[in-house]
């Protein structure tokens, strides 16, 4: 979806903060109760990546869908012992007022099983996003400053419209030390604690 059709909702974010509780304070806090206050929406994904905005991404084609299935059937197999992936969960950095929903994230199994819409980042070992026509900004410069500041030690990138993966590693706090970028039919490690090749020839490019 184009960048100019994808909803920055600042008028939704004004309206919906009439209803605020007054303990809320600050612009962070104001966003965090929007967010948590909105309606229940299957079409919606709700994030704050700027820490002004609510960010609405609308539901994703089957094509993002399928990469993100293939990224399952990859990793899967090779999850740490006591962890799983999720696909639809918020992770929360209150402090540099963000919350990013990953198309796929790994974490401990106990965290996962929270009765909230979001966790921490302290035990997330990986995150990955497929980028969209839409997000390919956000997923290229937003989102690895964020995943750095959250020392999520691995952000992996799948491009379909650039045909290629990325792999962030080594955060510092600030941002990541380390990317490598292959086209697709390579193969990209992924080190510790996950010690494997993906193989990247399984993504589905955008034509």
Not at 16 to 41: H, M, N, V
Not at 127 to 137: L, Q
Not at 143 to 167: G, H, N
Request: aromatic content about 8%.
């Amino acid at each position: 979806m184009p960048d100019d059709e994808e909803s920055k909702m600042t008028a939704l974010a004004t309206e919906a903060g009439q209803g605020l509780r007054s303990e809320a304070a600050g612009p962070a806090a104001k966003l965090f109760q929007i967010l948590d206050d909105l309606p229940e929406t299957k079409l919606l994904r709700a994030e704050i990546l700027d820490g002004e905005t609510i960010t609405l991404s609308p539901t994703p084609s089957g094509l993002h869908g399928r990469n993100v299935r293939v990224l399952e059937r990859a990793i899967g197999p090779y999850l740490p012992d006591g962890t799983d992936y999720e696909t639809y969960l918020e992770i929360r950095l209150p402090e540099a007022g963000r919350g990013v929903v990953p198309d796929f994230f790994v974490a401990p199994t106990q965290i996962l099983k929270t009765r909230d819409s979001w966790i921490p980042p302290d035990d997330v070992l990986l995150v990955a996003e497929v980028a969209s026509p839409g997000s390919r900004s956000a997923d290229w410069e937003l989102k690895p400053v964020i995943y750095a500041q959250a020392m999520i030690d691995l952000y992996l990138l799948i491009d379909p419209a650039e045909r290629s993966t990325a792999l962030f590693a080594r955060p510092d706090g600030e941002k990541f030390g380390s990317r490598r970028q292959e086209s697709f039919g390579a193969k990209i490690g992924l080190p510790d604690p996950f010690n494997i090749q993906l193989d990247t020839s399984q993504f589905l490019p955008y034509e």
